[in-house]
């Protein structure tokens, strides 16, 4: 039997989620997607992050080699123009045809432009796709003030992107208040005052009549009211209309004004073709958010697998930072519901603005607003959603912080509540999480996608998992082992604030035993971090982990590896020919490592200090490679040489390398720098990476290759030098502060609650007032920085230690070297018993 | 190598020698010993084969001593099994063993007697 045929017209965000999860109910059909845009899927939510120095490339949601490997044939940059429902097949653009079983409709809407004389001026854009964005900051290169025409949501966040490219910004609305979708006038006009502060203007009630050549700028906006406005480019955010110009064709059921009608199952008048996300029409209404869309999708997906699913509408609240703004709206925010009571409080001096809608028996929760600050959010959504019963003072939820607020713990919501809205994960699906053995944040977000979406949900999640754990008796024990009954932070705050110097100390004040390989190193390394003294000092030595132990990297034979620190990865010539020379005399292996140096392999402990004073001698210092500590700053060649650099990378790497030298960390620490976005460093996936910009550089952090590569988030946009080291060491310093032993930012940043955003607050706006403590540890320990291996030559007690044996100068006979292209390699066992025999 | 006496003891080194909370490695005829110097312990010194029957390769010396649930131990630097410094059995794995050897401090000196 030939496979059933799906077609997806339509590679959006919501036609993606279709494909993605159709694919995991492994039906055995021939899937096909058809886009008009030239790329596959992206994340359109966030689209604007492209404007804060995000690429095209960090949205993309699809790829054709993940569709390839799907087995799921895409055809994109080629619409479909026609479905011939009697052949049942679509035409393409290209004049290609499909034949399909079952059609799906995923087209999405597009910006409404009013019909106004002059709105298809070359100026005027809209705001919705990649190909938008780059039209726009295109015309921004020669605009002074820009307009953006719809104070809603998505024009409100257009307002904010074209601040970011630093044009002078108005917003304008037709109707009297801004979110007047979300929002009541309270909150509405709370909102502006917030947004005008920022210095954007705000103009309401404006119904414009024409766009016509401006005097001052490029254009005039002349309104209805006689007033005017003169800008140098429009952006039209005035709403999205549903595209559904494919169903007028095919005469399918439309709405009256406009959405492909649906029902229960997502089919449309012809029980053949689905249509789900922006272009359906459902009970009348056009959800045009993302979520109501994947649950449209995964309805589809799931009757096409067999089983019986439906769409029952989707709750349309929702919670976002607008131009910096905290806003939330909930249910029904306009107190419009049949006697409903309202609360309102509202701060002026705080410019915070909270109103609740209520049964009028004050038991049930019907909406709110939330304007300036949302931390109540997460509790009055669950209060809504599943209409659990108010307290009986229902305005104790709005009031500022008292000690008796009434916090609805996540204890308290049944198992069926949403916690993550954009995955769609329950209580209940983290629940059954955490029953089949995940213990962590960030294995429970691998598990369900919960809180990879938005991130919104974040907080509420943590607090569940840790309610869960504790109520399965699983006190995840997360002392660090049998002799601390703390945590490494709890540790790390214990060193610090007792001033302890040692481990004997710190084990006779906290701890219990003698220690072991688990909590020594980790000391060690605290102890580093702190006071920066040698980690070979005689309080310390026993305490260092493998390679720090002899500093240098131990391998399979019991011999060393050496690598010197080569900064940025640029080296004289001289310098090149030393370490050959020195190679060639000790017979090492050499070996270009995958962080730009030299390793030389096979050097016996009693050689290390000879070959190390060579090197020395040679201006060269020890490389870390053997610590929990900074690794390479990698660079690309950048602006010196290559025809696209447009900052000098090599220099900002050597200075990154050589001030985060000898920074000892819970785990190691790689770092990239590169001299345009062509990214030749890497740096998207180092702990911390810098990229260049016209106008500076981009920070990203908690990127990692290795067992579970992850790239970088884009931390902050176009800093000047001074500013990108200041976030550095404050990064740096607080992930040494909290992270957990061997935990990589990567790792950390996925666990840290509040995610990217708490740690732009902490190091950007310094919400926890840390930033100059932070700082001022990272100047003490650069300033106490020594190479190690200059310190250990200096010192016959630490020397004695580089023996193979302390009663003889004899070397280890069971280390045994054989060659191979032209290098030694260690000898595997059957050639040591040929090599053994041999020599009898 | 010429077999030792049981009650034959051989001097190896200097109590200057040894690493306090740590090990070195002394040769006694042609076999690899670990020493270890835990001065706050019952015997000071502990003496171990200094190869790592797990890891092949003569480093036990070179690893971290502690205790685990009280048993005085060292984890190999190669794979991190642990060792009983007086027992020398592999906790991790109870079939393996390294050699234990007397060991005895006389003033400054260091000698060792058979396993
Ligand atoms: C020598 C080198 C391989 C090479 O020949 O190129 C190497 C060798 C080792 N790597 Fe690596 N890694 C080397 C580059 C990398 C890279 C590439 C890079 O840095 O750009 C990665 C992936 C990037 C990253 O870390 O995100 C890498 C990911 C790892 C990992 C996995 C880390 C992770 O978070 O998943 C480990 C295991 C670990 O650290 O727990 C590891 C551990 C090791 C150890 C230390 C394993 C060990 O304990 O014996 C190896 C011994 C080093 C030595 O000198 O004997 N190595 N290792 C590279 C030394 C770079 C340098 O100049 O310092
Ligand atoms: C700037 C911005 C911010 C947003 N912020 C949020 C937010 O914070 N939260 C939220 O929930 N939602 C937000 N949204 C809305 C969200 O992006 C949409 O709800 C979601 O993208 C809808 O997905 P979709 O797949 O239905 O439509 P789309 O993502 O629009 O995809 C439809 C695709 O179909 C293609 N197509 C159309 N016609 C054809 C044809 N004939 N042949 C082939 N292909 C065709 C289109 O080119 C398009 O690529 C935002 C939207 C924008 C623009
Ligand atoms: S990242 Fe850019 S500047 Fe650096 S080498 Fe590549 S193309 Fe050149
Ligand atoms: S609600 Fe958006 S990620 Fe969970």
New interface residues.
């Given amino acids: 039997m030939d496979k059933r045929r799906i077609v997806v017209v339509g590679n959006g965000m919501v036609g993606h989620h279709f494909l993605e999860t159709l694919v995991k109910a492994e039906t055995v059909d021939h899937i096909i997607v058809i886009g008009e845009e030239p790329r596959p899927a992206y994340d359109r939510v966030h689209l604007s992050k492209v404007f804060s120095g995000c690429s095209p490339e960090d949205l993309a949601m699809g790829s054709r080699q993940m569709y390839q490997d799907w087995g799921v044939e895409a055809h994109f940059g080629d619409p479909v123009i026609r479905i011939e429902r009697a052949a049942k097949r679509v035409v393409m653009g290209s004049g290609r045809a499909c034949e399909y079983d079952h059609l799906v409709l995923a087209t999405g809407s597009y910006p409404f432009v009013p019909p106004v004389p002059g709105s298809d001026n070359e100026r005027c854009l809209t705001y919705r796709t990649i190909d938008d964005l780059g039209a726009i900051k295109a015309k921004a290169r020669d605009s002074q003030v820009g307009v953006v025409v719809g104070g809603g949501l998505l024009g409100l966040e257009c307002g904010n992107a074209l601040q970011n490219l630093g044009l002078e910004t108005h917003v304008v609305e037709f109707a009297p208040g801004l979110m007047g979708v979300q929002l009541d006038d309270g909150g509405s006009s709370m909102l502006r005052g917030k947004i005008e502060a920022l210095g954007v203007g705000v103009h309401t009630g404006k119904n414009t009549k024409a766009i016509v050549a401006g005097d001052a700028c490029a254009l005039k906006m002349e309104f209805a009211d006689g007033a005017s406005l003169d800008t140098d480019m429009i952006v039209f955010s005035a709403g999205i209309r549903p595209q559904d110009a494919l169903a007028h064709q095919a005469e399918l059921a439309v709405g009256e004004r406009g959405g492909i009608v649906i029902d229960y199952k997502c089919k449309t008048s012809d029980s053949d073709i689905f249509a789900i996300g922006e272009c359906a029409l459902f009970g009348g209404r056009i959800y045009g958010l993302v979520a109501p869309g994947y649950r449209m999708a995964e309805v589809v997906a799931a009757q096409l697998a067999g089983e019986t699913a439906l769409f029952q509408g989707a709750d349309m609240s929702t919670k976002l930072k607008l131009l910096g703004v905290d806003v939330g709206s909930i249910g029904d925010a306009h107190g419009r519901s049949d006697s409903a009571l309202s609360f309102v409080f509202s701060d002026g001096r705080e410019a915070c603005y909270k109103k609740l809608v209520t049964s009028a028996d004050g038991t049930r929760l019907l909406g709110a607003v939330l304007v300036g600050d949302c931390s109540d959010y997460d509790t009055l959504l669950q209060y809504y959603l599943n209409e659990i019963t108010l307290p009986a003072d229902p305005q104790s939820l709005i009031l500022p912080s008292t000690a008796d607020k009434p916090s609805l713990g996540v204890g308290a919501l049944p198992a069926t509540a949403t916690i993550c809205s954009c995955h769609n994960v329950t209580k209940g699906d983290i629940i059954g999480c955490v029953d089949s053995g995940c213990v962590s944040l960030g294995e429970v977000k691998d598990a369900t996608k919960a809180s990879t979406g938005c991130g919104g949900c974040t907080a509420m999640l943590k607090n569940l998992l840790d309610d869960e754990l504790v109520a399965r008796g699983v006190t995840v024990d997360k002392s660090i082992c ?2 601390f009954p703390h945590t490494r932070q709890e540790l790390y705050h214990l060193v610090m604030m007792g001033e302890i110097r040692s481990f004997d100390e710190l084990l006779q004040k906290h701890g219990s ?5 688990i ?3 980790a000391v060690a390394s605290i102890l580093a971090a702190l006071w920066n003294e040698h980690v070979l000092d ?1 309080r310390h ?6 390679n720090d ?2 500093l240098a990297n ?1 391998q ?3 011999t060393y590896s050496v690598v010197p620190r080569v900064a940025g990865g640029e080296i004289t010539p001289a310098k090149l020919s030393v370490l050959g020379a020195v190679a060639a005399k000790y017979n090492l292996y050499t070996k270009i490592t995958g962080g730009q140096r030299i390793d030389l392999f096979g050097a016996r402990l009693e050689q290390l200090p000879l070959i190390w004073q060579e090197l020395l001698d040679a201006g060269f210092e020890t490389g870390h490679a053997y610590g929990k500590a900074l690794r390479t700053v990698k660079s690309c060649v950048g602006s010196t040489w290559c025809r696209y650099g447009v900052q000098d990378s090599v220099a900002m790497a050597i200075r990154l390398e050589n001030r985060y030298k000898g920074l000892r960390a819970p785990h190691k620490i790689k770092s990239g720098v590169s001299g345009c976005t062509r990214e030749c460093a890497e740096a998207q996936s180092k702990d911390f990476g810098v990229i260049a910009t016209e106008n500076g550089w981009n920070l990203y952090v908690g990127g990692n290759g290795g067992m579970k590569p992850r790239h970088a988030d884009l931390f902050a946009a176009d800093l000047d030098d001074e500013t990108l080291i200041r976030y550095i060491d404050r990064f740096l310093m607080f992930y040494i502060r909290t992270a957990d032993r061997l935990q990589r930012t990567s790792v950390w940043l996925d666990n840290l609650e509040g995610g990217i955003d708490y740690l732009r607050s902490v190091v950007i706006e310094d919400s926890l007032g840390l930033a100059a403590e932070l700082e001022q540890q990272m100047a003490h320990i650069i300033s106490t920085y020594a190479c190690e291996w200059q310190a250990t030559l200096a010192d016959p007690e630490k020397l ?2 580089f ?6 100068d ?1 070397s ?3 280390v045994v070297f054989i060659k191979e292209r032209e290098q030694i390699r260690p000898a595997r ?1 059957e050639e040591r018993l040929r090599l053994v025999v041999a020599a009898e | 190598m010429t077999a030792l006496e049981r009650s034959a003891w051989v001097t190896v080194c200097k109590r200057d020698d040894l690493v306090e909370g740590g090990g070195v490695c002394v040769l006694l005829g042609s076999e690899q010993v670990a020493l270890f110097y835990l001065p706050a312990e019952s015997c000071e010194i502990y003496a171990l084969g200094n190869r790592d029957p797990i890891g092949k390769a003569n480093v036990l010396s070179r690893g971290i001593v502690g205790d685990l649930a009280g048993q005085l131990v060292v984890a190999s630097p190669l794979y991190k099994q642990h060792f009983s410094l007086e027992s020398g059995t592999c906790l991790e794995d109870d079939s393996v063993h390294v050699p234990v050897y007397a060991v005895r401090l006389e003033g400054d000196s260091v000698s060792l007697g058979r396993p």
Avoid at chain 1, 541 to 546: F, I
Wanted: net charge positive.
């Fill in positions: 049998e002799h035993g003698r220690g072991c390989e909590c020594k190193p005689r030595v026993g305490l260092q982990d493998t132990n002899f131990m399979k034979d019991g004695k230690r023996r193979q044996f302390v009663n003889s004899k280890d006979s069971d066992p």
